[in-house]
């Protein structure tokens, strides 16, 4: 079943902005982990941004402060992305966690994969 839907993806020149929304198929996002992530050919997937729905925290890849920026309501989570470079071309997904996970795995979403949802990703491309 698609849970989860991304959008917002394109093609941006380098130092442009983005924003990404991943949005909820019949359901919402309370007291879920919703986590950013993406994947370039070639290379590992990364995680970028997570937010928990239940309390507002949100968490970061420290590569990633103070460009990124991930936000919520109750069907769909925000990643805004500013100052785009080359290097952040990629596949970006966001993938979903139930409200069974602890605290202990919250707070580091920003650096797992074990989500229980993941969309199929939207397409990034930053030209210079």
């Known amino acids: 079943e698609e849970r989860l839907v991304e959008s917002g993806g394109g093609l941006v020149q380098a130092g442009g902005s983005l924003r990404l929304s991943c949005t909820a198929s019949?359901?919402?996002?309370?007291?879920?982990?919703v986590g950013w992530f993406r994947q370039a050919p070639g290379k590992e997937r990364e995680g970028l941004a997570c937010i928990s729905t239940y309390d507002g925290n949100v968490y970061y890849t420290d590569s990633v402060k103070g460009r990124a920026t991930i936000s919520s309501d109750r069907r769909t989570v925000y990643l805004q992305m500013n100052s785009l470079k080359p290097e952040d071309t990629a596949v970006y997904s966001c993938?979903?966690?139930?409200?069974?996970?602890?605290?202990?795995?919250?707070?580091?979403?920003?650096?797992?994969?074990?989500?229980?949802?993941w969309g199929r990703g939207t397409q990034v491309t930053v030209s210079s």
């Open positions: 993938a979903a966690e139930s409200s069974d996970s602890d605290y202990a795995w919250t707070s580091r979403c920003h650096t797992k994969f074990d989500y229980d949802y």
């Open positions: 019949g359901f919402s996002f309370d007291d879920w982990t």
